[in-house]
């Protein structure tokens, strides 16, 4: 089998009820730029990132993956991923100007593409070909319920649905409002309503100082929160470590960690508990592997954050050891041909041969902005 062509996609997929907002971002919509690798097999693989819809930007990351990258597949076995992603993440003209950031997205969008084309030719969902079973439990939380922008009646009322009527036994709230008697007071009002048996979690999305995230992370405790998600400074280690050693609530972070290596100054710091890789922040599932592994060698739980909306983490959750839970954002998924599935809490296995992200005939018609 040998790639052929490469076909720019970026969709934008609206996000809930028009507009959702956590500390430190407010959107309209979801982004996924990103490729579909044609081979001359007739197999089509798709892969794609996770923005924040920013169409100048967006283009930029799929004129990367088509013109930088894609030179440098075409007449390649897409099978041979591992070593196309050696091949293309030392390209010294690419890596010269970005070693993180856009050029890491697109080869993200491109190792998503490649392991999807590398199941459909094995005729295997992604979590079979990776060794992994149907018969794990791997358990769904939600995070669609507690933007920071839904007013404490609707959060509460979203919470509340979200267990009662849906069936999920944890859920995420966002934190780092402006005043934080009003975080206060959000946690108690949804701890109440979801009652003490349901895990809670909060995310700052790195909006806090050390101070304020230590004054806050000592309050978590009052409502049983599982995990502080992103409490500062993306990329401050020292900080986090700080902070690790003055609350009692555990630390999880990575939706914004580029390399592996960022995971591991983290992880040999002592400075995260709940490791969240994710695979469109990552160079694809390539690099994500290698941090799931680093994570699980230190006994960490690995909770990955669904740039991809789940379509390829649940994937890896079947397979990977170090990974029992996912969250949930339902943003893509009236756009997928094989749209993640959650019964009783928990992720159905998916069945359709592939890496999860293959988009709908209707999606390229409505909401492809490429
Ligand atoms: O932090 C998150 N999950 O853990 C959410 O994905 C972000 O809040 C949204 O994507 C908006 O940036
Ligand atoms: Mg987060």
Not at 92 to 117: E, F, K, N, S, Y
Request: glycine share 8%.
């Amino acid at each position: 089998m040998k790639i052929t062509r490469l076909v720019p996609i970026i969709l934008h997929a609206p996000v809930t009820r028009g507009s959702i907002a956590d500390s430190t971002h407010s959107i309209t919509h979801w982004g996924a730029p990103g490729v579909a690798i044609e081979t001359d097999a007739g197999l089509t693989g798709y892969g794609f990132s996770g923005t924040h819809a920013h169409l100048a930007t967006d283009r930029l990351i799929v004129d990367c993956a088509v013109h930088s990258y894609g030179p440098l597949l075409l007449g390649e076995d897409p099978r041979e991923v591992r070593a196309l992603w050696e091949k293309l993440h030392k390209h010294a003209p690419v890596q010269w100007v970005g070693r993180a950031g856009l050029t890491h997205l697109a080869l993200g969008a491109i190792d998503i593409a490649l392991w999807d084309l590398k199941a459909k030719a094995a005729g295997q969902p992604l979590w079979k070909l990776l060794g992994g079973s149907a018969a794990k439990k791997v358990e769904a939380y939600n995070t669609d319920g507690g933007w920071l922008n839904w007013p404490i009646e609707t959060l509460v009322s979203d919470c509340r649905r979200l267990v009662e009527s849906e069936g999920y036994r944890a859920v995420k709230i966002k934190v780092g409002s402006p005043d934080p008697a009003t975080d206060l007071r959000r946690l108690e009002a949804v701890r109440a309503a979801i009652g003490p048996g349901v895990r809670l979690m909060t995310d700052a999305n790195g909006k806090l100082t050390l101070p304020e995230a230590i004054r806050l992370g000592r309050r978590l405790a009052d409502y049983d929160v599982v995990w502080f998600e992103e409490p500062t400074a993306f990329d401050d280690v020292l900080a986090h470590r700080r902070l690790v050693e003055a609350i009692e609530t555990p630390i999880a972070l990575g939706e914004q960690l580029y390399l592996a290596a960022q995971f591991r100054d983290f992880i040999h710091a002592g400075a995260v508990h709940f490791v969240q890789p994710d695979v469109v922040r990552l160079a694809g599932i390539t690099e994500f592997w290698q941090v799931a592994d680093l994570a699980h060698s230190y006994s960490l739980p690995v909770v990955p954050h669904v740039g991809d909306m789940c379509q390829v983490h649940q994937h890896l959750c079947f397979a990977h050891p170090g990974c029992r839970l996912l969250e949930y954002i339902p943003w893509l998924r009236d756009w997928m041909k094989h749209p993640a599935q959650i019964r009783d809490g928990h992720f159905i296995a998916p069945e359709a041969p592939g890496a999860g992200m293959e988009p709908t005939a209707d999606a390229l018609a409505r909401i492809n902005r490429a």
